[in-house]
């Protein structure tokens, strides 16, 4: 199973070109699709999905052509949108089994089966019978993996899944996602850092509808190993200090700024050397395109 996605272009009618000539290859395992806000990643996951076409260009899943063979697609996809909209007062278990009902699931024992076992994987089973509506940010997601697991599907998109979650329902949801992966392409899209880092075996950073990476978070940080350095400054520096060198990214920490530069060479003023990690990566790539104290 693999995921081919040729020269993708899509400009709103309001002129935003949210796909710029995107190619993309996406093989089985989790892939972790990075960008800021507004990058095009829920353009991408809503094309790729069959929910909306493209202006231009290609998408194929082996040999299913996406972009004409939409019902062949349905037919293999899971689907978590960033905003995924609940019925309130229906419980997990009635939804689920008219989700496995309405993906073609017509035997009734095997329906129930089928849902019990979503609902235990998600540990979601002692609240079946709770409307959606009193469910937690967490359990919310994890109902929506529920509902995007039925059916077995071999292509499975989350869009932006953590955001919002706190620190132990954002370890569960890892922990969730972590178990399907084998043998589906499963696509990731967040902007955060950690999400990718934590989970995915291949990714691309894109931002303003370009690619601007591709490829395993481990060679991604290899190409930035050795030209990271730090310093913490005083935040009204901070304009003098763009001006010398290649800020990518700003923390505040206790007060003052640190500050983390790229530079091919020892830029010594006081500039300690540091170990690279993704976030560098990140902001490496996103910082030639955005203002990264902006972003
Ligand atoms: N239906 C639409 N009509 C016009 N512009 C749109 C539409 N949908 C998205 N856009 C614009 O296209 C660009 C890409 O948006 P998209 O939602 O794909 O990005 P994103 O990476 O998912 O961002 P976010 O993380 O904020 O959801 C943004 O500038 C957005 O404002």
């Avoid at 063979?69 to 037919?75: C, G, L, T, Y």
């Avoid at 894109?206 to 913490?232: D, F, H, R, T, W």
């Amino acid at each position: 199973m693999e995921l081919i996605i040729k020269n993708l272009s899509k400009t709103y009618a309001n002129g935003v070109k949210a796909l710029n000539d995107i190619t993309l290859t996406i093989p089985q395992g989790m892939f972790g699709l990075l960008g800021p806000n507004g990058a095009g990643k829920s353009t991408l996951m809503r094309t790729i999905a069959t929910l909306q076409d493209p202006d231009s260009g290609s998408i194929m899943l082996d040999d299913i052509d996406v972009l004409a063979e939409k019902q062949k697609v349905r037919e293999r996809l899971g689907y978590l949108p960033q905003d995924f909209g609940l019925y309130p007062r229906i419980n997990a278990e009635v939804m689920l089994d008219h989700i496995a009902q309405m993906k073609g699931i017509g035997n009734k024992g095997e329906r129930k089966a089928l849902v019990e076992n979503l609902l235990q994987k998600v540990n979601l089973y002692s609240h079946r019978k709770k409307g959606l509506g009193t469910y937690s940010g967490g359990m919310r997601q994890r109902f929506g993996i529920a509902q995007a697991l039925v059916g077995s599907p071999s292509l499975i998109i989350v869009d932006e899944p953590t955001a919002g979650l706190d620190p132990s329902e954002r370890n569960r949801f890892y922990n969730l996602l972590s178990e399907i992966g084998e043998n589906t392409v499963v696509i990731l899209s967040t902007h955060i850092v950690e999400d990718v880092n934590t989970l995915c075996s291949n990714m691309a950073i894109i931002c303003q509808g370009e690619v601007l990476m591709q490829g395993k978070p481990a060679e991604g940080i290899a190409s930035v190993q050795g030209k990271i350095y730090k310093k913490s400054v005083e935040k009204a520096e901070l304009g003098d200090y763009r001006e010398k060198y290649s800020v990518i990214s700003t923390k505040l920490l206790e007060g003052k700024l640190s500050l983390r530069i790229e530079s091919e060479e020892d830029p010594g003023n006081g500039f300690i050397a540091v170990p690279a990690d993704l976030e560098d990566v990140y902001f490496s790539h996103i910082s030639k395109k955005v203002d990264p104290i902006t972003i």
